[in-house]
């Protein structure tokens, strides 16, 4: 079939819209309805498939023990916040030390690659099963649940008003070393709908904010999921990988979906433990 005007502009956009809705209508109704402990078990899935992929872009090759250790630690740091954020500081510290570990035991006495590998390993357990606690946590504070949703809702429209705006008017290259695909005016319309979506969620669902300070810290998750998407895009350019993997049609990744949260995170957690506690 010949393309239609517009078509190579937009190719892929059924993909992803066909894909994030349905997914977005399930996180919403967890985040709503699930028990914590549920809730957590989600989020440790979720951090087991990123570095699942994670580690396909860091260290690639077969897999050895620091690899699976590294698995099951990503998915263990979501779930060490049901015992109270003293647990889950203990368990990033046993994270690093038995990454570090695992990866010295299977280093065939090269020291300094068995450095290397463990460096790599515990970063990412910490990078993915370390900043997706931060939202358990988020969940698990009085109110914790509207403030979780705050930060998917903000940003998703962070996403949505950089796609769409980047693809009608992107001209300037943000990062082009980074990440080619990302504009200056992309971003730009990335903070403006995080902006909103944050004023929005505030005035309607937030009782102990005003929309001016949600459209504030709407911005700043904004800013910070933009971070997290060249961050991740970082890695994959040095694996030379275009996408993280291939399970969800149209975003590619789950590390390619939730790059944004990653970042903004931990930055809503600190600012609801030091601002609105």
């Known amino acids: 079939m010949a393309e239609t005007p517009g078509s190579a502009k937009w190719g892929g956009l059924d993909r992803r819209v066909y894909t994030a809705l349905p997914l977005f209508v399930v996180v919403v109704f967890l985040v709503l309805y699930a028990p914590l402990w549920a809730l957590a ?7 087991a498939l990123a570095m699942w992929e994670y580690l396909r872009l860091a260290l690639p090759g077969p897999w050895r023990t620091d690899a699976v250790v590294g698995l099951v630690l990503a998915a263990a740091l979501p779930l060490s916040v049901l015992g109270g954020g003293g647990a889950l500081a203990a ?19 090269d020291i300094d690659a068995a450095l290397g590998r463990g460096r790599r390993a515990a970063w990412g357990v910490i990078y993915t099963g370390g900043l997706l606690a931060c939202l358990v946590m988020i969940a698990a504070l009085p109110g914790g649940r509207r403030w979780f949703l705050f930060e998917v ?23 082009p070393r980074l990440s080619p695909g990302k504009t200056i005016e992309g971003g730009a319309g990335g903070l403006a709908t995080g902006a909103l979506a944050g004023a929005l969620f505030a005035w309607w669902f937030l009782a102990d904010i005003n929309p001016a300070a949600g459209a504030c810290l709407g911005t700043v998750l904004a800013a910070l999921s933009v971070g997290g998407d060249l961050l991740e895009s970082s890695l994959k350019r040095a694996a030379g990988a275009k996408d993280s993997g291939a399970i969800l049609p149209g975003h590619g990744g789950v590390l390619d979906r939730i790059d944004g949260h990653l970042a903004a995170a931990p930055a809503l957690l600190l600012a609801r433990l030091l601002w609105w506690a």
Do not use: M, N, P, Q
């Open 41 to 47: 078990a989600v989020v440790a899935l979720a951090a």
């Open 153 to 175: 809702v903000a940003v998703a429209a962070a996403d949505v008003g950089a796609y769409f705006v980047g693809r009608f008017l992107g001209r300037h290259k943000l990062a």
């Open 91 to 109: 368990a990033l510290g046993l994270a690093l030390v038995l990454g570090t570990l695992a990866s010295l035991l299977t280093g065939g006495g």
